[in-house]
């Protein structure tokens, strides 16, 4: 008996938070800046959890930044900079390689959408060997990580998929998704906690495994 037929034609990646485990970097990278001004750190990777999210100058302020004294592009150029440098001994989260491997066994076509600027995106994925499962790997021009929907927009108004399916890690996602027409999936563990994830109404998941009979 043959294999069922994959219920998607596309999935669209988020990547940090994602297939990428990079929260505890990012936590790290921030604690570094607050340290450096005698700020209060972050005392966990739930507590960042519980604070990080889009606009990144929302996130910013929670924190204790204030842009009349520091301007957020210098804060997110030193940010940067500093997150680099940690996150390149961060891992794929467990399974992630193998729901690649199924969705492309499927014939699915995938993409990553991300709010990192793309050369940086591209420097984070390549070591990984899985740059051959994505047809794209799209990301911002810039370091300020506004808004993924402009640019997911015009990927789905060039490639018009049958029908997509968005996996991310953060509410922002799952405005993405809106905006764009597809479903959605958050998988927890990423970047926010997981009932802020249930509190936007997306369909929530443990970890990526759970996906493989979404979308295969």
Known sequence: MGRRMAVYSH?????????????????????????????????????????FGFPVEDY?????????KEPLADLSAEYIGIYHRLA???????????????????GLRQVVLSASQV????????????????????GLADILAASKIEIGRWY????????????????????????????????AGGHQDRMRLLASGARVVDGLSALRDLIV
Not at 25 to 38: E, K, P, S, T, V
């Open 88 to 106: 390149a001994r961060s891992p794929l989260f467990p399974d992630a390689g193998t729901v690649l491997e199924d969705a492309h066994q499927r």
């Open 156 to 187: 789905i108004d060039r490639t018009n998929p049958e029908r997509a399916l968005l996996v991310g890690d953060t509410i922002h996602d799952k405005e993405v998704a809106d905006a764009l027409g597809t479903d959605c999936v958050l998988v």
């Open 60 to 68: 910013y302020r929670r924190v204790g930044f204030d842009f009349d």
């Open 11 to 51: 999935i669209i990646w988020d990547w940090n938070g994602t297939l990428f485990d990079d929260a505890a970097a990012c936590l790290r990278a921030m604690n570094q800046m607050l340290g450096r001004r005698g700020m209060p750190t972050l005392v966990s990777v739930e507590q960042y959890r519980s604070l």
């Open 119 to 138: 050369d940086n995106l591209v420097s984070q994925i390549e070591p990984f060997g899985i740059s051959g499962y994505f047809d794209e790997m799209l």
